[in-house]
């Protein structure tokens, strides 16, 4: 079975510029999370959803940052303009929520995102 | 206060040792307790999850829990060199979030 899948691995651009990391979750799976990974941070969670449907972004440091998920199979985050404080690593995870389930999360390989 | 605190090491044990690994949470409401190991430039992989209090036993891994403490515990018996990593413990606080510690690295020596 397929993991959490991400694209880009790798992203480099400059300061300005617009970014868009995408994330396909696990099938079956209906919470998903996207994270933020800096040595100085630690893990950050910015937004998860649960059956598409937003439901707690305050993560999301500021108004440049957006996140959708126009379906159960696809999400993306996405920094307009992009600064060099958000190079970053960003993780998305998918978790089966449901009755039974304890809240287990899956995490894909990331996206390492340098903006210069 | 942070809401999910971890020692960041580093912990150096030798081969063979047992490796403890400890977490205190601040959300007596808390409800699932999670570990994750985080290899040097990888994602985090679960290694376990406990919800009730006691022990769990997996193979060489080991979660503690004692809710009134707010005291999550990892013991990894007979540690090997390829369980170098960070271990990073997670708190679901209630519906769907879950925090993460910033994590504790582990050194293993042969």
């Known amino acids: 079975d397929a993991g959490v899948i991400q694209s880009p691995r790798h992203e480099v651009t400059e300061m300005g510029q617009e970014v868009t990391l995408r994330c396909k979750p696990i099938?079956?799976?209906?919470?998903l999370f996207w994270y933020r990974q800096t040595m100085m941070r630690g893990l950050e969670l910015l937004i998860y959803?649960?059956?598409?449907?937003?439901?707690?972004d305050s993560g999301m440091p500021e108004d440049r940052f957006s996140a959708k998920m126009p379906n159960a199979s696809f999400s993306t985050l996405k920094i307009q303009p992009s600064e060099p404080r958000d190079s970053a690593v960003y993780f998305c995870?998918?978790?089966?929520?449901?009755?039974?389930?304890?809240?287990?999360?899956?995490f894909g390989p990331g996206t390492r995102l340098t903006v210069l | 206060q942070k809401e999910v605190e971890q020692n960041s090491g580093p912990l150096s044990v030798p081969e063979g040792a047992i490796a403890s690994l400890n977490c205190t949470y601040s959300?007596?409401?808390?409800?699932?307790f999670f570990w994750y190991r985080q290899y040097s430039g990888k994602s985090p992989e679960l290694i376990m999850f406990i919800y009730s209090n006691g022990d769990k036993e997996d193979g060489r891994f080991t979660a503690q829990l004692n809710k009134a403490s707010q005291y999550v515990s990892l013991l990894i018996r007979d540690s090997q060199p390829s369980d170098s990593a960070t271990y990073l413990c997670a708190v679901r606080t209630g519906g769907f979030k879950t925090i993460f510690g910033a994590g504790t690295r582990l050194f293993v020596k042969a």
């Open positions: 099938s079956g799976h209906n919470s």
């Open positions: 959300d007596r409401g808390s409800q699932s």
């Open positions: 995870a998918s978790s089966p929520f449901s009755r039974g389930s304890f809240g287990e999360q899956f």
């Open positions: 959803f649960n059956n598409n449907v937003p439901i707690d």
